[in-house]
């Protein structure tokens, strides 16, 4: 059968979603085809009740410059979904809630000062002295040359920075951040990652977060518009079956409305279930699939939805103690049920962002979460939905007295959404697979897969950054490889 498309992209996450528009910008007929009622995926934002928020919290990282806003600008749709920032009363203030040693809680408030580092001596109380290892810390991130930074690939973040006796609230501060952004412990991240992305790109550059009018997923919802609006097809309740092989080579998938077939396919639906489900391990070399089975996921994480009937929470921040980062060590503890009297919270309110997500009455969704076990049939997300509401009670006391309803969620509803569990203990990582040394940098997946015609997309492969900003800049990075493969002339 004749190809019908250029490419089929399956899944319209921030992966699928970029690359399938980039390739439409290019001139190719593309097919997107995601399994949910709308593009986002694990970024996807609902509208129910008057409300508009992410199904967990959900903001870009790192902020300015984002390839979010690269990619609506490569498709000319920057004005259909201009960035949203809260006030600077909002934005500046509690984005930090610390728990100190003696059991109280302290709240980052606005400094007048250029200097990012007077926040911490701010909020953690510190004296000058004591703050002299975090500059001496700053200074040598500012001091490295991009090659020294690439020479850190293999030592993990949390050796490097045993050279600077950090007191511990911003040692917990910047090991709760390495978790939020890599979603697995600092003594498996590789330093020149960290460096460059969290200490340089984030905290010590007064980094900021971003977020779009109409929530994160309406950027991913424009792409896969703007397919459809290019000579493209966009299907949703689309979830494929399989991925169609004829002659050593992808052609096409197959799914519940019929077969469609293409030229290449690119997967935004996970390297796990690409291979050793959709495809079938038949169509690779035995070591690739033993490669691919043994790939490690990312955490996962576990929370709830907050709705309630006056403000409470400031935009978006995290609040933690001296002992609530995790290493792999204290990651397992907590599997075990072990875990640190204060857990590490993250969480964003989409209203504050824009205010269209939600009724006029000063009502507001707050999506707060925190690390748990991918494994979607674990029972460690129900431990850490418990810890986490009665967490927040002591951390806002006056939360309480404004909860109209609140819904769990677990990495069961990550799996269910946007990843299918298929190998054990996998399904609801967070991000895709670990951001570790050994699945990082040089180490990371190629986007290319030994099968001709099947190429791998989102945070998988491909891509460099964190969270979904990486899924979105594997996009890019993807598209040209495509646009190579099929010798059609690069993107301008």
């Given amino acids: 059968m004749d190809a019908q498309h250029d490419i089929i992209v399956i899944g319209a996450g921030p992966g699928g979603a970029s690359i399938a528009a980039l390739l439409a910008e290019a001139g190719l007929k593309v097919l997107l085809a995601e399994k949910n009622d709308r593009a986002g995926g694990k970024a996807m934002t609902l509208h129910r009740q008057g409300y508009g928020y992410e199904m967990w919290p959900v903001i870009a990282i790192p902020g300015g410059p984002s390839r979010y806003d690269e990619l609506l600008k490569q498709i000319h749709r920057e004005d259909d979904v201009p960035l949203s920032v809260p006030p600077p009363d909002l934005s500046q203030n509690g984005g930090i809630v610390y728990h100190t040693d003696d059991g109280r809680w302290l709240r980052m408030a606005a400094v007048e000062s250029d200097n990012p580092l007077d926040s911490f001596a701010q909020t953690f109380e510190l004296t000058a002295e004591e703050m002299q290892p975090v500059v001496e810390m700053a200074m040598a991130v500012f001091a490295l040359s991009e090659d020294e930074i690439d020479a850190l690939e293999e030592i993990p973040i949390l050796d490097w920075l045993a050279r600077y006796d950090l007191p511990a609230g911003p040692l917990a501060y910047i090991g709760v951040m390495l978790n939020m952004f890599f979603l697995v412990g600092p003594d498996r ?49 689309a979830k494929v079956e399989r991925i169609i092989v004829e002659d050593g080579r992808a052609t096409g998938i197959v799914t519940p409305a019929g077969e469609f ?48 009937d006056a403000p409470v929470f400031p935009p978006a921040g995290l609040a933690f103690g001296d002992r609530s980062w995790w290493t792999t060590q204290r990651y397992e503890a907590a599997r075990a049920g072990d875990w640190p009297d204060i857990p590490q919270l993250y969480w964003s309110t989409p209203a504050l962002w824009d205010p269209g997500l939600a009724p006029a009455d000063g009502s507001q969704v707050v999506l707060i979460g925190t690390l748990a076990d991918p494994d979607p049939d674990s029972s460690m997300s129900e431990d850490a939905i418990a810890r986490i509401h009665a967490t927040a009670l002591e951390a806002w006391p006056s939360l309480g007295d404004h909860i109209t309803r609140q819904e769990p969620y677990s990495t069961k509803s990550v799996s269910n959404l946007t990843r299918d569990a298929v190998v054990p203990g996998a399904g609801g990582e ?13 180490n990371k997946p190629k986007a290319r897969t030994p099968l001709p015609g099947l190429y791998i997309v989102g945070c998988d492969a491909g891509g460099r950054g964190v969270a979904t900003h990486q899924a979105v800049d594997s996009g890019f990075r993807v598209a040209d490889l495509v646009l190579e493969d099929l010798g059609v002339a690069p993107r301008t």
């Fill in 261 to 308: 077939r293409a030229r290449a396919v690119v997967s935004n639906a996970g390297i796990q279930p690409t291979v050793l489900k959709l495809t079938g391990e038949e169509h690779f070399p035995p070591e690739y699939v033993e490669y691919v089975r043994n790939l490690e996921p990312s955490w996962g994480i576990a929370g709830i939805r907050y709705f309630l």
């Fill in 189 to 237: 991240i590789p330093a020149s990652e960290a460096i460059r992305i969290c200490l340089r790109g984030f905290m010590l550059a007064g980094g900021e977060f971003q977020y779009w009018r109409g929530g994160i997923g309406r950027t991913l919802e424009v792409a896969a518009e703007y397919v459809a609006e290019h000579g493209g097809t966009f299907v949703t309740k």
């Fill in 430 to 442: 967070c991000i895709g697979i670990a951001q570790t040394m050994e699945q990082e940098g040089r």
